[in-house]
């Protein structure tokens, strides 16, 4: 199937798949953090990756890529490695779904970008959109503080918020990668520069390897990352990225559900709350899934 023959409608089912296989990554990644640490979690898991996405590319391997692809697949890569890191770190201190919760508000910063980058419409109606989202945030922190977490949890939910503006641009990102290149090439070459960028800290942090016990776990992460980043290329290919930002969404529901029954995390009245109005900006600014060729509110 091209990319033309695919429906709206289709990619945006590809890509809720994909954010599917990557809420599981998560609550996988958080394991692997609670028990080694952050970096040693992404180096490890990055190795598993580069092979698995190595053996799958190389199937079908014709040449190189053009050096302005080649371009665009390392600057993904590196913004993908801070994302990470900073994504990572932060649900190793914070409940799931409030992390994930927090990084609902990256559709939103997504549709301003895809309107300066992409030429995207966007109309007056963000403007209220956003201020209910930012409403959402607020109560999340306000949970946060009535629960008394701790520094570490507000710590952790201001690196979430920072890779979720990290997750905007690489929405963006993604949406530009993948019509110039297929799913395959895009996560063997994003695979090797995260796996470039965290050997290059290799020197300064240090890490040892993982004990086998912790080998399955970093596998399992590898599979579900690699998975879900072919099919949400595969989708953004196909339907422009404001329109698949609100796929993101689902997210929640499987992160509430690994939350509580890995780890026993329940979901906060606040959290909830904060949820339904970030959600509730991001749809009220996002396109209409229902028409054939999905358009973000016109600016007049």
């Not at 958080?30 to 990055?46: D, H």
């Not at 910063?109 to 209910?132: C, F």
Request: contains cysteine.
């Amino acid at each position: 199937m091209t990319a033309r023959a695919a429906s709206p409608a289709i990619a945006f089912a590809v890509g809720t798949l994909g954010i599917a296989l990557f809420s599981g990554m998560d609550a996988i990644m958080k394991g692997l953090v609670l028990a080694i640490g952050v970096y040693s979690t992404m180096l490890w898991r990055s190795f598993a990756g580069v092979a698995l996405a190595g053996a799958a590319y190389a199937s079908r391997w014709k040449r190189w890529p053009e050096r302005r692809v080649l371009r665009l697949h390392v600057e993904r890569g590196v913004l993908t490695s801070f994302m990470g890191l900073l994504f990572f770190w932060g649900i190793g201190h914070v409940p799931l779904a409030q992390a994930i919760a927090l990084a609902f508000i990256a559709p939103l910063i997504a549709l301003y970008l895809a309107a300066v980058l992409l030429g995207e419409q966007v109309g007056k109606r963000t403007v209220g959109a956003s201020l209910l989202a930012f409403t959402g945030v607020i109560v999340i922190f306000i949970g946060q503080a009535r629960a008394d977490l701790g520094r570490e949890a507000l710590l952790g939910s201001l690196a979430i918020l920072l890779s979720a503006v990290l997750y905007a641009v690489n929405i963006i990102m993604m949406r530009r990668q993948s019509q110039a290149a297929g799913p395959m090439e895009i996560a063997f070459f994003q695979n090797l520069t995260v796996t470039a960028v965290l050997l290059a800290a290799l020197p300064v942090i240090g890490t040892e390897l993982p004990a086998m016990i912790h080998w399955p776990a970093l596998l399992g992460a590898a599979v579900l990352s690699t998975l879900s980043l072919l099919l949400l290329s595969w989708a953004y290919a196909r339907a422009e990225a404001s329109y698949l930002a609100a796929t993101e969404y689902t997210a929640f529901l499987w992160a509430a559900l690994f939350g509580w029954l890995v780890f026993g995390e329940h979901l906060s009245a606040f959290t909830l709350a904060g949820a339904v109005l970030i959600v509730a900006g991001c749809l009220l600014a996002a396109r209409s899934p229902q028409a054939a060729n999905p358009h973000l509110e016109a600016a007049p």
